[in-house]
T-cell receptor, first 117, second 114 residues
Framework: AQKITQTQPGMFVQEKEAVTLDCTYD???????LFWYKQPSSGEMIFLIYQGSYDEQNATEGRYSLNFQKARKSANLVISASQLGDSAMYFCAMRELFSGGYNKLIFGAGTRLAVHP | GAVVSQHPSRVICKSGTSVKIECRSLDFQATTMFWYRQFPKKSLMLMATSNEGSKATYEQGVEKDKFLINHASLTLSTLTVTSAHPEDSSFYIC??????????FGPGTRLTVL
């Protein structure tokens, strides 16, 4: 069975500093995808970044980058130049392919990030 | 684009009543929609996968008679919590998938059962 592990229940970072949120995964599939979502206190899930298992380069989206180490089965999220608005819960997720071609998402436990001024 | 709405955003009901939550994809068609449940300070747990025109696929441990899902059109799925009890209080989030690899989430519905 597929599994996502986020070992950091909470992290804090100083404004303008970079922070890395850890995510490891377990799967026997050759083709898979990894996502990071941000959930502010309002509750909506905001898509941040996606990495496919066959992508040769690490994904980047603005201040977000994904440090993908396939052999280690890790997909850490790096947020550069943290802002106060980055304070939120962050979830790592993996897509699980099922019949019909659509994908379920399996979520990790989440990491609460607090950005301090 | 790719906006998903949920209604209501917040609902309080008495124990024993039924509550319906709507999930709509506003600017795209979604053959597949997903329903998640999230307890306070916990992760999202997939409850069921809703397919337009067919029966929903429930995850293990989710009572299908308790959580009724209907996906009547390509833009609307509904989750009905039947005979709600306080332990059903939770944050319910839907997502809509216009194509494989994409899921867009709704803003969530906070259900409180008194």
């Amino acid at each position: 069975a597929q599994k996502i592990t986020q070992t950091q229940p909470g992290m804090f970072v100083q404004e303008k500093e970079a922070v890395t949120l850890d995510c490891t995964y377990d799967t026997s599939d050759q083709s898979y995808g990894l996502f990071w979502y941000k959930q502010p206190s309002s509750g909506e899930m905001i898509f941040l970044i996606y990495q496919g298992s066959y992508d040769e380069q690490n994904a980047t989206e603005g201040r977000y980058s994904l440090n993908f180490q396939k052999a280690r089965k890790s997909a850490n999220l790096v947020i550069s130049a943290s802002q106060l608005g980055d304070s939120a819960m962050y979830f790592c997720a993996m897509r699980e392919l099922f019949s019909g071609g659509y994908n379920k998402l399996i979520f990790g436990a989440g990491t609460r990030l607090a950005v301090h001024p | 684009g790719a906006v998903v709405s949920q209604h209501p955003s917040r609902v309080i009901c008495k124990s024993g009543t039924s509550v319906k939550i709507e999930c709509r994809s506003l600017d795209f068609q979604a053959t597949t929609m997903f329903w998640y449940r999230q307890f306070p300070k916990k992760s999202l747990m997939l409850m069921a996968t809703s397919n337009e025109g067919s029966k929903a696929t429930y995850e293990q441990g989710v009572e299908k008679d308790k959580f009724l899902i209907n996906h009547a059109s390509l833009t609307l799925s509904t989750l009905t919590v039947t005979s709600a009890h306080p332990e059903d209080s939770s944050f319910y989030i839907c997502s809509a998938s216009p194509r494989p690899l994409q899921q867009f989430f709704g803003p969530g519905t906070r259900l409180t059962v008194l």
